[in-house]
């Protein structure tokens, strides 16, 4: 047989929020495949978010071999599914800025009405787009090459001298360095400045270097990929050409001139005059070189005289009046009038009696014209029908004859008065134009920072000109003059990085704001090619060149490009050459800025200055920022290999198998090029030390990002290269050297920083990606190493700045606990930086030369080795400009099969024998129920400085550690505890070994060893690390045990959202073997807990109604049919006065006083016999009787006559329907203070009672409350004890829904043959059928609780009118002790809905639905109590003791606060009653969609409660309630019952 070859398949996993945005934060989607294959990214979404509703998931991700078009999008169909997450997988082929949106119908708002609205009329929605970066995939001799890999080196190539002979000796010596990429300035035609960056032709290579053009790009391109193992990138320069380039002599429309960019013509008026100024100051008596601030002021003088004065700039604000006027009396005298619809608010008199500043206002609003941009002088005008209208409104219709002379001094009058805030704006932009100039000269004339550039004349003008204007001798005949101005380049302070600085806009030219470079013509590409169809043409030829030739791009002023202009150029240049590495300098002013262009551009890096460092700290600081994640980092990347959610292997083609490693999009920051220095920065000599050449260099070489440095930098240059003006030669001691040998010499340092690179090369191809920065004083030591082998190099840099002698600089030791170093090197550059050897290398007149320099070993270090550290000094001669360098390993990591795959293998095996019971221990267990199983020994672990956690088992940790490890928060107690000892992992051995001992646990075992044995693994690595191994053999085990748990529930679980999956773990949660709530008095078998923590042990833990409400999702929901049937056989076996208890107390004390308990049992009998494999037989098995059947004698559970009868279930179900037949009445056992303390003496008496004018149940009093709202008072102090909150006596809404669906189902039963029992006596002897009494209170139900919504229609219902509070709701009780109790708006009408709907009228229980939508209906739980209600008190205290008698000792437990259970009743009553109104499948989604936005908070909390679950309740609002039990069983159950009606339903 041939064997398989298996191949992995990355997929990410990208989740979408309801909205369709990305569920990351930030949304930055930042992809780095690890290999050449495709990755695949797998969307996945809710199968009912909002975004399903005729929704589409749109991307642009060309399919393979398809090409990439930024505009054509493939539409995926979101096919809804309430009871899926939907997933979308997308195979990724190339590297790029990929993009998507959703398309999809609003969701209406909730309505007791259907809006008839057809899905054509549907208005669609669209997200905005969302970006996904693909990295490229760089690859060098044949190998892979991450971007963190890269070492780059800048070159100026007009210096490089001769090709190719000087060229190679260069590229030697920059390959020989350890350098892996080179950056070119452009190398194409320089126009007439000679800077790199000012191009005369984009399409034509320098004749200086490359004579032969193409050929010798090609041929140096393939040299030095095969002959230096470099790759190359160059600059692309987008913004501008040169002014001299002569294509602009045809195609003035490239740039922004005054045909094209009409607005820019007062900007130009004023810098012509400005010229004309400058060049007559002599003769105008001004001086020309400027000596003091003096000199500057009078020819600030002069400008306004000269300049402002002269050219009248005031009329490109104002509207010429007189003009107006005319135009105006023409208008009028023609009949030509407007008045604007709406403009006189039906009222022409108001005009007609207003001031002239209104009449002014007026004619602002409806009639100015040319306000859109500045432009010719006069632009601005008003409309003189407009104008002509308000004539008429003055002074009347034109009639042959008028005061012409008075309507003109009216409108005259009118429109001076508009002309005001023109001539106000004029007035602000002067001032702002004059200071502007006053700064810009002073700068460059006076300051002692500037340029000083001496007398002003024809060659050095008083300004920069901000305008090019082209020879027209040079030009054809048919451009007129306003083509040849075209505006410079420049760049403004603190501008808008989106905003067209030439545009219309914008008036930063003419306010002289500009920055201006003179040799470069601004290009104007307008919104599309349609706009500027020659440039758009030229400049993607441009880039389709270089992509032909160049690994990568950095774009030149990347902040000044119009964004869709970069992102065509990229796209083109992409489609040459797919893995474009691209760079780019951004000087955005906002990181949120950056964002916009690296998303939309897909930008591999961003190009980060050290040398932008003033100090130590600061450099400390962006070392910190490039150097990685930190030591001792949480694994973040869960990889699951074919696991949870993931397609298992498939057999693919020739024998291939691929399985699929997923990964979760996660927060990246975005990448950078970290540069020791680039071609814009002044080098150390200048802004430092020279001898900081060295250190800044290393550090940054320790960083894991790219990284890079400039020509001249290792040379030690003693200056920044002005790359205009300088003519002189690169020269470098590593282009002289045959080859460059590791280590000291002179002339630089070459030597030590082809170690670097070397070092940072296979730190990036490695993924030594964790990082420990320390800065002292002036030192700052690195430390980088892999995350899993955790070998490493360790960095200690002196820094050089001014004022730090040559002193050591006292440094303490280093300790590196558990790790051991091999020393590599120490080495300290010495620089002769004196001011004669500056002038002695500035004066060769050829070639650019470094300061003098060699650097020297250094003998100054010591290391000593010991058993469990090693320890580094730092000796006296270590001065400024020194590094030492050192490579570190951990014997403790070094474990044969790697130690991260040890300690996250196996564990899938050993939990795979664990059954249900052994998950609640080893997932779970609250400090109760530790305590309860140990003999008050154990109980869960204390974080010094945190706290308890919530469970002993592992979901205690991974309730930490999940959002440790997202933050990777590793100053976290948790953290610190487990640096400071191990006493967690003996903790969590420590559990599992001792409970394992017993029998009904001894299936723990293997886990527990497992777990031994893992820690044992990691006990002897160094405590740092101790975090990140602990979380991840608690993930590995956490992981596994909740899979495991998965798998042994039933096929909707397993297949069902992560949601649905959450609140079927709660079922593990709250079961287990509790040694003081057993089920039974002498059996020890699990049970349901209430809640957590407060209902955990002994009598609190199990009562009849949570257990019955909680059951059908907890149990029957999850395929936990066993478990169910022994709650109901226990429950079963203590049936009394026809009711079962409502504290089970395992059988001893039962306690008889919830008359809604056996009603919710039954209906889980009923809902065991539907979901249960053969769940009728239910109904005829035996259990034995706590009590006597139809006796209700008290006897203690160790009584003769305790189980001494049995009775089949369906005898139990006919006990309790004939003893409520019958009519109950009695009083507690025990009665008094040992069973109830605040009870008062009335409130022991239970009756209860069948009403047969209308079968309906009552019973209860007000002095004990029956139903699940049993809150007695308790305070003394308020009066309260002994007075129920909510005593709900009468007939409770949800006890009558329970009792017909029982009647139902038995009826049905009996119909057909599978129950023995036609119906029960009444109390008289007569005999009724289920079938009748259901039909009695069927035909009652609505006449009872209805409300209507018009008062017209009380008569036909039992309504007392002046009672009633709100309308179209459904009574919460009938017939209460107190009448108006009766008409409170509570959510338990919806659990009567769910079970029983055909009581209801469906419009009239959709418009009590919506009501309560909107009066009930909090962010994750149902009010429980109408907040217009005047007892409505929705903030619960249980310990609030005051004098209010409503709240005191939390007596309003149930009159507002927002408990979470009725939430799912309430949402299956909204999809039962809103599908039954749906007629096609858009209305059922619909329906299923309302439900899901309704689920958002319970989601949020489940997904962030330490309690892994829903809490009891919540304050007003949702907001938290620190009394409320922090996970139920009932909140989690009755929303899995949700999920098992939804699947039932279907959408179809």
Known sequence: MIPRILTSNEVYILPLKDNGAPDVPGEYIYLAPRSNDPITIRFTIEGTSSICRQGSLWVNIPDRGSEFRRDQFREYRLNPDFNRTIEISIPVYEAGAFAFYTTYAELPELSSTLNPTSPTQVRSERTPLYYIDVAPRLSLDGRPLPLPALSIFSVISKFMGKYPTDWERHLQGISG??????????????????????????????????????????????????????????????????????????????????????????????????????????????????????????????????????????????????????????????????????????????????????????LIQNALIGNDRLGERFRRRVDPQVSAGLISLLFGKYRGEA???????????????????????????????????????????????????????????????????????????????????????????????????????????????????????????????????????????????????????????????????????????????????????????????????????????????????????????LVHRHGGRPIGSFEVDEISKGGLGSVPPSPGLNGHSTREVLRRVKPVPVQALFMDCTHDNEVPAQKRDARDTLPNAALVCMCASATGSVMGYDEIYPKLVDLVNETRLYTSESSSAKEVTIGGGKGGIGGVKKLLNQIHTIMGKDGYDETHIHHEDQYITVHRVHPESRKGYFLIAHTAYPGYGNGNGAFSAVHLGGTKARHLGSWMLEVNASEEAKREVESDKKYLRGLPSRVVDVPGIRLEVKSDETVITVRDKFPPGSIALFETWIPAAEHSSGLDTYVTSGAKEVMAELDLIDLNFLLYRCDAEERDGSSGRDGTYDIPGYGKIVYAGLQGWWSLLKDIIRDNNLAHPLCQNLRDGQWALDYTVGRLERISQQPEFAGLAKAAAWLKERFDAIRSIPNFLLPRYFALVVRTAYKAAWERGLELMNDKVQSGQWFLQSLAMVSIQMTGLV???????????????????HFAVEWARCWGRDVFISLRGLYLGTGRFDEAAEHIFAFASVLKHGMIPNLLSSGNLPRYNSRDSVWFFLQCIQDYTRYAPDGLSLLTRKVKRRFLPYDDTWFESDDSRAYSTESIIQDIVQEAMQRHASGLKFREANAGPSIDSQMRDEGFNIEVNVDWSNGIIFGGNQFNCGTWMDKMGESERAGSKGIPGTPRDGAAIEITGLLYSTLKWLAKLNAEGKYPYKGVTKADGSEITFSAWADLVKSNFEYCYYVPVDKSEDDQYSVNSSIVNRRGIYKDLYRSGKEYEDYQLRPNFAIAMTVAPDLFNPEHAMGALVLADKALRGPTGMATLDPIDLNYRPYYINSEDSADFSTSKGRNYHQGPEWLWPTGFFLRALLKFDLLRRENQEGRVEAFQQVTRRLGGCKEMIKESPWAGLTELTQKNGQYCDDSSPTQAWSAGCLIDLYMDAAEYGME
């Not at 913004?239 to 602009?248: C, E």
């Not at 309507?407 to 602000?428: A, G, H, T, W």
């Not at 603190?494 to 219309?504: E, F, H, K, S």
């Not at 040694?1075 to 923590?1093: E, H, N, R």
Request: proline share 5%; with cysteine; glycine share 6%.
């Open 177 to 362: 360095r350890g350098y892996n990429m080179i950056h070119f300035t452009p190398l194409q035609v320089r126009g007439a400045s000679n800077s790199p960056y000012s191009l005369y032709d984009q399409l034509g290579w320098d004749p200086d270097c490359f004579p032969q053009g193409e050929k010798d790009v090609q041929h140096m391109v393939d040299s030095l990929e095969h002959n230096h193992s470099l790759l190359s990138l160059t600059d692309i320069v987008l913004n501008h050409t040169a002014n001299n380039s002569r294509w602009l002599l045809e195609h003035p429309e490239a740039g922004y001139n005054l045909t094209t960019a009409p607005w820019l013509e007062p900007a130009y008026v004023l810098d012509t005059q400005l010229l004309v100024f400058g060049s007559r100051l002599e003769e105008l008596g001004y001086p020309r070189e400027l000596q003091s601030t003096d000199d500057l002021i009078k020819v600030m003088d002069g400008i306004k005289k000269h300049v402002v004065s002269e050219i009248r700039l005031w009329e490109y604000y104002a509207l010429d009046v007189d003009r107006d006027v005319d135009a105006a009396l023409g208008s009028w005298s023609a009949g030509k009038l407007s008045l604007p619809v709406g403009s006189l608010n039906g009222d022409p008199e108001k005009i007609r009696g207003a001031s002239v500043k209104d009449q002014a206002a007026y």
């Open 1075 to 1093: 040694k003081s709530a057993s089920l039974w008095p002498k059996k020890f078998v699990p049970s349901l807990a209430a809640g957590l923590p």
């Open 403 to 621: 005061d012409e002379a008075a309507i003109r001094s009216k409108l005259v009058q009118i429109l001076d008065v508009v002309n005001v805030p023109f001539y106000e704006e004029y007035d602000k932009e002067m001032g702002e134009i004059l200071q502007q100039l006053f700064n810009r000269i002073k700068y460059v004339r006076l300051d002692d920072h500037g340029p000083k550039l001496g007398p002003i004349g024809q060659n050095n003008p008083l300004i920069e000109t901000y305008f090019t204007r082209l020879n027209k001798s040079e030009t054809s005949d048919n451009l007129k003059p306003e083509d040849l101005v075209l505006v410079n380049n420049g760049w403004v302070w603190a501008g808008n990085a989106l905003v067209d600085n030439a545009g219309p806009q914008s008036r930063v030219y003419l306010r002289r704001e500009v920055i201006v470079w003179g040799d470069c013509v601004k290009l104007r590409y307008g919104t599309g090619p349609q706009d500027s169809p020659w440039l758009w043409e030229h400049m993607t030829s441009y880039a389709r060149m270089l992509a032909k030739y160049f690994a990568g791009f950095r774009i030149d002023n990347c902040h000044s490009t119009p964004l869709h202009v970069a992102e065509h150029i990229l796209d083109e240049a992409r489609r040459v050459r797919p893995n474009l590495y691209v760079v780019a300098e951004l000087f955005t002013g906002s990181e949120e800025m950056d964002y916009v262009f690296v998303k939309r551009l897909g930008l591999s890096s961003l190009i980060r200055e050290a040398m932008q460092a003033w100090s130590t700290a600061e450099l400390s600081r």
